[in-house]
């Protein structure tokens, strides 16, 4: 086995354990393994899967290590993190002040793990909070988030084009403040998508400060090159377009994935990455949506790899977001 490798596990065996990095799981997946694991606590389509768990994989031997709200495992090449932490309750006073300070908190800390461990670049951000679309203290809580994120970013340094992650911002109904990375080495080359402004330049209708992603990101690893399409939405320029209407949204969050694909193709090492090679995770508003948002989706990318989940998206008037992963091999 050589570089970056992603497996759904249905059994944690001993001979997987030690080249797994971390991973996520499903609400009601069993027991809790020796890595870092996101457990997106968030409904299913069809059910939760104990069984199911998505891992991230490379070559040993690891390092790992924990501290409170915070869980890592590395190899040479490559690191996976877990960082959780607790909110203060709903009904709390400064509450978005809060997120806004332990988004800070969270990235700092995530900035100073990678630089420790020799694994400086982000390559992909995965961030869930609780009520992410409520509004406190007149700002909504997502923007409180992209104010903590900005902050951090700011202060290590990490805040230009050319050093943007691929990510996803998501809102669970109830769960701390939770963030899982993979990083690495060598830094990812960020893609912008030429139909969507880029989000760090969105104008400040969107928040006093702008959310901190690439729309893609390409890295390699060993004899391969991954693609890591961020969370994409039906959003053109930087306006929604299709409000209340989940079918077109999804049509149009398709088009988006597949300009991201094609934008990543003009500097892919690879022979160039398909659509029928991409992975999706969907994140659905209204799980009353699933069975609609399967068939445009398998209409519009092909249905072999798609996982959707309930979630509520970033934006109030969004109804649906996608998420992609490919892997190609490399030219030689
Ligand atoms: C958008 O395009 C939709 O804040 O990290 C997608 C992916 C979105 C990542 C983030 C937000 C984030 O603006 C929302």
């Known amino acids: 086995m050589s570089g970056l490798q992603w497996l759904t596990l249905r059994v944690v065996e001993a001979s997987t354990t030690h ?3 971390g991973g996520a799981a499903l ?10 694991e996101q457990r997106l606590r968030m409904a299913v389509e069809g059910g939760s899967d104990a069984t199911w768990r998505e891992a991230w994989c490379t070559d040993g031997p690891l390092r790992q290590g924990q501290a409170p709200g915070l869980q890592w495992r590395c190899g040479r090449d490559l690191l996976y993190g877990l960082i959780e932490l607790d909110e203060p309750a709903p009904d709390a006073p400064e509450r978005g002040k809060h997120l806004r300070e332990r988004t800070r908190e969270a ?5 100073a793990l990678l630089s420790d461990q020799g694994t400086p670049h982000l390559w992909r951000v995965w961030n869930f909070m609780a009520d992410i679309n409520r509004d406190e203290e007149g700002l909504e809580r997502y923007r409180w988030f992209n104010l903590g994120r900005h902050d951090a970013c700011s202060a290590v340094g990490a805040a230009s084009a050319a050093q943007m992650p691929a990510a996803s911002a998501l809102g669970w109904a109830r769960g701390p403040l ?3 990375f993979l990083a ?4 990812p080359r960020p893609i912008e998508n030429p139909r969507q402004v880029s989000a760090f330049h969105y104008p400040g209708d969107y928040g006093p400060r702008p959310p901190l992603f690439a ?6 690893s060993g004899s391969g090159e991954w693609l890591f399409v961020s969370g994409t939405a039906s959003i053109v320029g930087h306006r929604t377009v299709h409000p209340g209407d989940v079918v077109a949204q999804c049509e ?6 597949l300009a991201v ?10 022979a160039g990455h398909r659509p029928e090679a991409l992975t999706h995770r969907v994140y659905v508003r209204h799980a009353a949506d699933f069975p609609v948002v399967r068939r445009a989706l398998e209409r519009c990318l092909g249905g072999a790899g798609l996982t959707l989940v309930q979630a509520d998206i970033c934006r109030p008037d969004l109804l649906v977001e996608v998420e992609s992963v490919a892997h190609g091999r490399l030219l030689t």
């Open 261 to 270: 694909l094609e934008q990543a193709n003009r500097t892919t090492r690879t």
């Open 19 to 21: 080249t797994v990095l």
């Open 27 to 36: 609400p009601d997946a069993q027991g809790t393994p020796g890595w870092p």
């Open 107 to 111: 990235y700092l800390r995530l900035f």
């Open 215 to 220: 729309r893609a990101a390409l890295a390699e």
């Open 178 to 180: 939770s963030i899982a």
């Open 184 to 187: 690495g080495r060598v830094p």
């Open 252 to 257: 149009e969050s398709a088009r988006n994935v």
